[in-house]
Nanobody, 121 residues
Framework: QVQLVESGGGLVQAGGSLRLSCATSGRTFSTYNIGWVRQAPGKGREFVAGITKTTGATYYATSVKGRFTISRDNTKNTVYLQMNSLKPEDTAVYFC??????????????WGQGTQVTVSS
């Protein structure tokens, strides 16, 4: 089993940037595909980005493509989400998630506790 801890959230003005980190512990980091999922107030969870464990292939939601970048550092057991050109509609709790076999949209095996991102207009 893997444990996931997010950090890096906060308050930022529209147009600004934030970098989220997801530190993992437990089973070998390279065993897992890792993703970011967000949930805005009153809405369901939404896939943001994912990165595979083997080739490092990346996947993005249409709403963030070109603005967000997901990456992983296997030496630090950490995944990052660089978020640029932030918009008020990006405001949400951002969850890090892991899955051994797939890169799902929202049905991940393991979840972190989430970190709040608030973008002011």
């Amino acid at each position: 089993q893997v444990q996931l801890v997010e950090s890096g959230g906060g308050l930022v003005q529209a147009g600004g940037s934030l970098r989220l980190s997801c530190a993992t512990s437990g089973r070998t980091f390279s065993t897992y595909n890792i993703g970011w999922v967000r949930q805005a107030p009153g809405k369901g969870r939404e896939f943001v980005a994912g990165i595979t464990k083997t080739t490092g292939a990346t996947y993005y939601a249409t709403s963030v493509k070109g603005r967000f970048t997901i990456s992983r550092d296997n030496t630090k057991n950490t995944v990052y989400l660089q978020m640029n050109s932030l918009k008020p509609e990006d405001t949400a709790v951002y969850f890090c998630a892991a899955d051994e076999t797939r890169v799902p949209t929202t049905q991940w095996e393991y979840w972190g506790q989430g970190t709040q991102v608030t973008v002011s207009s």
